[in-house]
């Protein structure tokens, strides 16, 4: 399977990841035992996680996803098979966020021991902390990168301006600088992407691992109506995209999908892959069966007529 790179990093992933945001919540440990399974058996290699998941679930405290990664690379002896990339700086508790030095000591502590590994691939600042100066984050990176913690960082959910200034100040004063952007970024949701960030990552290089891929399942095609919204935990969240301009996205995709004999869900995520800068849309399921159709994804090879077709009926108004 293609390889792509992560950034300047040494970081060799295929072109999909694993969201663990279902771990602990939608998927439990047996679960999703099976699903990072089929996930490597099927050539795939990144796992993307943060600290702070599940913690919006009844009962849960954050970390339950980890902790559950963990566990499965114990049992299944799979640590060198995958590139393993989480977060922090979500809040955990009052004094359990950000993105200070004393807090990113203590909060990679506590993921390499949920997740029972001496390192991180991939350790990603969940949210911009602007209480503290990015001088004082990217040194605590260093530390953690020279004693072997982890390998390389990444950034998510900053303002263009604030990962700008971040990749200026790493340039300028000899930091560890961010090798990954985390964006929302699919078929729907495309203009903060494309005019806010990708200048961005076309300058600096960035690795580009999009959530949202499939805008919360609605690109699945799973959801037509107000009617379909009761299909999944997620499905509320799914209203805003029924639009016209949603509609019309869905039928493209049913015509490119009957092109190519392929599922909208595939179709969405091939369009990903074949876009400029993008190296891993990030996405989830919560069965084995979900997860081989979502796979087909990167088998697929949209020719420019398909491409053409979905950019264009997908362009914001």
Do not use: C
């Amino acid at each position: 399977m293609e390889k792509r790179t992560i950034g300047s990093s040494s970081l060799s992933v295929a072109p999909l990841a694993f969201g663990g945001n279902v771990f602990g919540w939608t998927a439990d440990e047996p679960t999703s035992f099976h699903l990072l399974d089929a996930f490597v058996a099927a050539g795939f290699n990144l796992i993307d996680t943060a600290d702070v998941y599940s913690r919006w679930v009844p009962g849960n405290k954050g970390g339950e996803s980890e902790t559950i990664i963990g566990n499965w690379l114990k049992k299944s002896g799979k640590r060198e098979a995958v590139v393993l990339a989480t977060k922090l700086g979500a809040e955990m508790a009052p004094d359990k966020k950000g993105l200070s030095k004393g807090y990113i000591e203590r909060a990679v502590d506590e993921s390499l021991r949920r997740l029972q590994t001496d390192y991180i691939d991939l350790y990603q600042s969940h949210y911009d902390d602007p209480a503290t100066p990015i001088e004082e984050t990217l040194d605590a990176f260093g530390h953690l990168i020279k004693a072997g913690k982890v390998r390389f960082i990444g950034a998510s959910n900053f303002t263009p301006e604030r990962l700008k200034e971040s990749m200026e100040i790493s340039a300028k004063q000899g930091y560890p600088a961010y090798q990954s952007l985390q964006p929302e970024y699919n078929l729907y949701d495309r203009q903060t992407y494309e005019q806010g960030y990708e200048p961005l990552v076309v300058q600096y290089g960035l690795g580009v691992l999009n959530y949202y891929s499939l805008a919360s399942g609605f690109l699945t095609g799973k959801y037509r109506s107000e009617a379909d919204l009761s299909k999944s935990p997620r499905g509320q969240g799914i209203r805003k995209y029924l639009t016209d301009r949603g509609f019309r996205i869905l039928n493209a995709l049913d015509e490119v999908a009957e092109q190519y004999g392929a599922t909208p869900a595939q179709i969405s995520l091939a369009w990903l892959m074949a876009h400029r800068g993008i190296t891993a849309p990030i996405a989830s399921a919560t069965s084995v069966e979900q997860l081989h159709d979502l796979a087909k994804a990167a088998e697929l090879t949209l020719d420019e007529s398909a491409i053409s077709k979905l950019t264009t009926v997908s362009a914001d108004e």
